[in-house]
């Protein structure tokens, strides 16, 4: 089974910095997605970014954007100028091509704290 | 508007008793997904079901069981087979295909 690493549980930054999420992930695959989903305190979950592994170019949402280093196995989410509404549980999350259903495999998360 | 239900939001069961959490959704999503979220855990899947009558056990089916009898609706049961059953539950779907999934916004189960 593919395993995904969120290494830093918890992470505080200021209004209108930037920040960078890690995430790392083990696969024998060649093709697969990566996703960044964004739950705040309400416990919605939220997708926040998609990423496509046959892709080179990095995907950006907005403020919110990846650094896919597919060699590295390495799926970082980097967010610009953050705000108070940024504040949330975000979680990495890896999905194969085909054949597990397209089930989703999650990390364990990491809280953000974005502080005035 | 489309969207995922889920309900109760809230669910509170005495201990041994079986508990089922409703997920219906009106997105015409062929497969749905249960998953359960402990604090430091991530969110881990149940089962999961692709098409009508048909459903897969995920990496922690155990004590649970599901039902897939109309397309809409994936209703889970928390039996009293599992060991710790106290947990958040969340429901989603997808078209079948690597896209994001529409979540629904959860049921608190507490088993006293």
């Known amino acids: 089974a593919q395993t995904v690493t969120q290494s830093q549980p918890e992470m505080s930054v200021q209004e209108a910095e930037t920040v960078t999420l890690s995430c790392t992930y083990d696969?024998?695959?060649?093709?697969?997605?990566l996703f960044w989903y964004k739950q705040p305190p309400s416990r919605q979950m939220i997708l926040v970014i998609r990423?496509?592994?046959?892709?080179?170019q990095n995907a950006t949402e907005n403020r919110f954007s990846v650094n896919f280093q597919k060699a590295a196995k390495s799926f970082s989410l980097k967010i610009s100028d953050s705000q108070l509404g940024d504040t949330a549980m975000y979680f990495c999350?890896?999905?194969?091509?085909?054949?597990?259903?397209?089930?989703?495999?999650f990390g364990k998360g990491t809280s953000l704290l974005v502080t005035p | 508007d489309g969207g995922i239900t889920q309900s109760p939001k809230y669910l509170f069961r005495k201990e041994g008793q079986n508990v089922t959490l409703s997920c219906e959704q009106n997105?015409?999503?062929?497969?749905m997904y249960w998953y359960r979220q402990d604090p430091g855990q991530g969110l881990r899947l149940i089962y999961y079901?692709?098409?009508?009558?048909?459903?897969q056990k995920g990496d922690i089916a155990e004590g649970y069981s599901v039902s897939r009898e109309k397309k809409e609706s994936f209703p889970l049961t928390v039996t009293s087979a599992q060991k710790n059953p106290t947990a958040f539950y969340l429901c989603a779907s997808t078209d079948r295909g690597p896209y994001g999934y529409t979540f629904g916004s959860g049921t608190r189960l507490t088993v006293v």
């Open positions: 079901s692709q098409i009508v009558n048909d459903f």
């Open positions: 997105l015409n999503h062929d497969a």
């Open positions: 990423q496509e592994a046959y892709k080179q």
């Open positions: 999350a890896f999905m194969n091509e085909a054949g597990s259903g397209y089930a989703l495999n």
């Open positions: 696969t024998s695959e060649s093709n697969y997605y």
